[in-house]
């Protein structure tokens, strides 16, 4: 049976304060006239969101962000960010991130591999809060409708790197960048330091996927993730959409040269965040 809005927001009360539930109520989203959008969001999910995403960003990740000024305000845009840590908390730091600092409170909508939509309950919960399945048509609709996407090019090879390849950058794919120049949004790099090193990697397995359609499953080396300090850095918005118009998404050459690009200025954050932190849980 589905969770109505009216339990999950009982269930988020139990973290998420009146002032927040009311900065809430302006959320930027496209109301189809029952309180979702076409895509599942509510904003009491957002809120039951907060309630599992809250303490893990303010206590245990204690997430340092800097940057967040570039995200704006209204209309689209595409956050691009390496990945890592073998689950997908770097997602949901930079999505509680993403929601916190940014006025009216914006949420950004994570593509999801294929088969992550078809997990039972999981699923849904994720869509209520924001992910999307990744076809075509539902950037495009999103994009139109000047909302944040929040893409990692290097897909599922960025979550299970080695231990001695850490923080070593994957290619991109070119996806996002062919979104970003087709629907005229600015792409905005993201830096994620400290996920690398929360669930070090002890084995990748094909076979316990395979009920659900997930292609690799990483094996960690500890139970649950380690108490490391996140830091989050937004780089200044590539602005492809002044740059180039639709057309150019059609030429393969231009759209390899925009996602090398937004690999360079990610690269360059990480390096940054590596330099400027102390140790790994400082």
Not at 135 to 163: V, Y
């Amino acid at each position: 049976m589905p969770i109505p809005p009216s339990f999950a927001r009982v269930l988020a009360s139990l973290y998420v304060s009146d002032d927040e539930f009311e900065r809430l109520s302006d959320l930027h989203y496209q109301d189809a006239g029952h309180g979702y959008d076409a895509f599942g969001l509510h904003p009491d999910f957002v809120a039951l969101g907060e309630l599992v995403a809250g303490p893990l960003y303010d206590k245990w990740f204690r997430v340092m962000s800097r940057g967040h000024e570039v995200i704006p305000e209204v209309g689209p845009a595409v956050i691009a960010s390496n990945h890592s840590g073998n689950i997908p908390l770097d997602a949901a730091m930079i999505w509680m991130d993403v929601l916190k600092n940014t006025s009216p409170p914006r949420v950004p909508r994570a593509i999801a591999d294929h088969f992550v939509p078809s997990l039972p309950w999981v699923g849904t919960l994720f869509a209520r809060s924001g992910m999307i399945g990744g076809s075509r048509g539902n950037t495009k609709a999103l994009l139109e409708n000047g909302e944040l996407l929040l893409i990692f090019p290097e897909g599922t090879p960025g979550i299970i790197k080695p231990w001695a390849e850490k923080y070593q950058l994957r290619r991109f794919r070119v996806g996002h960048a062919e979104l970003a120049i087709r629907h005229g949004a600015p792409i905005i790099p993201v830096g994620v330091i400290g996920a690398e090193e929360q669930m070090p990697l002890l084995h990748v397995s094909k076979r316990l996927g395979k009920p659900f359609g997930v292609p690799e499953v990483p094996i960690p080396a500890v139970p649950f993730p380690l108490p490391v300090r996140y830091r989050i850095l937004y780089g200044d918005p590539i602005p492809v959409h002044e740059e180039y118009g639709p057309d150019d998404a059609d030429d393969p050459d231009l759209v390899r040269a925009v996602a090398a690009r937004v690999q360079a200025a990610v690269d360059k954050l990480l390096k940054e965040g590596l330099a400027e932190r102390k140790g790994v849980f400082a």
